[in-house]
């Protein structure tokens, strides 16, 4: 699980993982900040900020994929056109 402690944000001995996670925890809660300062409730305001980050994450992964996918097709493109 993500901690939004301070050890990620002072930079000693942290992983790439909870440098995200510090990062992604303010991310959202700048954006739930900024949507309630223009009208939306709080809980609002937190559940477009989830739905933003699922479709990052999902386009990421879909992306991974597609690309995963690619590479295999090109591979066995390879090696059926070697003459």
């Not at 900024?34 to 994450?57: H, N, R, S, W, Y």
């Amino acid at each position: 699980m993500c901690d939004s402690g301070d050890t990620a944000a002072a930079g000693q001995n942290t992983t790439a993982r909870e440098l995200i996670c510090h990062d992604l925890t303010e991310l959202i809660r700048k954006h739930s900040n900024t949507l309630e300062k223009v009208g939306f409730t709080p809980d609002m305001a937190q559940f477009d900020c989830l739905l933003t980050v699922k479709i990052i994450v999902d386009e990421l992964y879909d992306g991974f994929n597609v690309g995963h996918a690619r590479k295999e097709w090109y591979r066995e493109y390879v090696q059926l056109n070697k003459s």
